[in-house]
C-alpha cells in the first residue's frame, strides 16, 4: 500500500503534468506563434518606423546576452535603429567595456540610441558612452564614474583562533589579496595601479565619445552621482527624452525621419524571454504548493 506521503508526491506530479499539458504547452505554441507572426507580418516587414528596444537592466555582471541581442537586432532587416534602454547601476568592468565596444561596432550598420531610465550609473553609463546619441530625464541617476576593488580579509578573525591557511605559490603577486593574511603594500600598490588604469579606460570613453577634455572629464569623474540635469550640463548626455524621443533620434539617423504627429513602432524583442520565464516560475511555484512541504522564503 502506497504511503501518504508518496501518494501526494504522485498527485503533485500529474496535476504539474496536467498543467504543462493544458496551460503552458498551449500558452507557449500561441506565443512562438505570435512571436514569429510579428516578424512575418505585412505591417511590421513594410514598416518604416520600426525601432528595436533591447532592454540593459540589473547589476552588469555577463554581457552574453545582450551582446547578442544587439547583433540579432542589428541584422534584423525591418529595424530602422536601436534603442539601448538602460536601468543599471554599473557592475563588472569586462562585461561594461564588451558592451560597449559592441555597440561601436553595430553603429556601423544602423544607429544606436541610448536611453536613461531610473538610473544609468557607472557601468550603465559606460555602455551609454558607445550610441550615437544619449538621452536622459533630469532626475535620472548618472555619473558614479570611477573603479572600486574590494577585497575580504579575515586574517585577524584567524589569528585569533588559531586558523592557518598555507599557500604555495608561483610568484610573489600569484596570492595577492589572500584573506587569510596581511596585505602587503606591494600588494595594495598592484591593486591600486589596477584600479587607476581601469579608472584612466573610464575617462578616455567619456572623453572621446562625448568629445570633452580628460581634464574637464576628471572634475566630476570622481565617483559622485550626477542628476540628468548636471549630466546634460557636463555634456554627458545629449538632451532630455523617452524611450520614443530616443526611437525618433534613431529613425532620424537611419535617414527615414517621421513627422511630429506620428509614432514609432517600438519592438521589445527581450519582453518574450520574460513572458516565458514567468510561465515557468508560476510551474515551479504550484510545484512547490502540490508536494505539501512548508518553505519560509523571503520573495
Not at 26 to 45: D, K, R
Request: net charge negative; hydrophobic share 45%; glycine share 8%.
Amino acid at each position: 500500500m502506497a504511503s501518504p506521503k508518496s501518494f501526494v508526491s504522485w498527485i503533485a506530479a500529474a496535476a504539474l503534468g496536467i498543467f504543462i499539458l493544458f496551460v503552458v504547452l498551449p500558452v507557449f505554441a500561441i506565443f512562438t506563434f505570435s512571436g514569429l507572426a510579428s516578424f512575418m507580418s505585412p505591417e511590421i516587414s513594410a514598416s518604416d518606423k520600426l525601432v528595436s528596444v533591447v532592454e540593459l537592466e540589473g547589476m552588469i555582471t555577463d554581457s552574453r546576452e545582450i551582446v547578442e541581442e544587439l547583433y540579432t537586432q542589428a541584422a534584423n532587416k525591418h529595424v530602422k535603429g536601436i534603442v539601448l534602454r538602460v536601468n543599471s547601476p554599473g557592475g563588472a568592468v569586462g562585461p561594461s567595456q564588451e558592451i560597449y565596444s559592441a555597440i561601436k561596432k553595430i553603429r556601423e550598420q544602423k544607429p544606436v540610441v541610448a536611453s536613461m531610465g531610473a538610473v544609468a550609473a557607472s557601468g550603465g553609463l559606460y555602455a551609454s558612452l558607445a550610441a550615437d546619441r544619449i538621452f536622459c530625464q533630469p532626475g535620472t541617476l548618472t555619473g558614479s564614474i570611477g573603479v572600486v576593488l574590494q577585497l575580504p580579509n579575515v586574517h585577524k578573525i584567524t589569528d585569533k583562533f588559531g586558523f592557518e591557511m598555507v599557500t604555495i605559490t608561483s610568484g610573489e603577486l600569484k596570492d595577492a589579496g589572500n584573506a587569510f593574511r596581511a596585505t602587503t603594500k606591494k600588494e595594495l600598490d598592484y591593486f591600486q595601479d589596477t584600479v587607476n588604469q581601469a579608472y584612466a579606460e573610464f575617462v578616455e570613453a567619456v572623453a572621446s565619445s562625448r568629445g570633452l577634455e580628460r581634464n574637464d572629464v576628471k572634475a566630476f569623474a570622481d565617483g559622485r552621482v550626477l542628476l540628468g540635469s548636471q549630466a546634460l550640463q557636463y555634456g554627458v548626455v545629449d538632451s532630455f527624452g523617452d524611450v520614443y524621443d530616443a526611437a525618433r533620434a534613431a529613425l532620424e539617423l537611419s535617414g527615414s525621419p517621421i513627422a511630429a504627429s506620428e509614432m514609432p513602432d517600438l519592438m521589445y524583442p527581450s519582453d518574450k524571454m520574460k513572458f516565458f520565464k514567468k510561465i515557468l516560475e508560476s510551474v515551479t511555484n504550484i510545484s512547490y504548493f502540490l508536494q505539501g512541504n512548508a518553505r519560509i522564503q523571503y520573495l
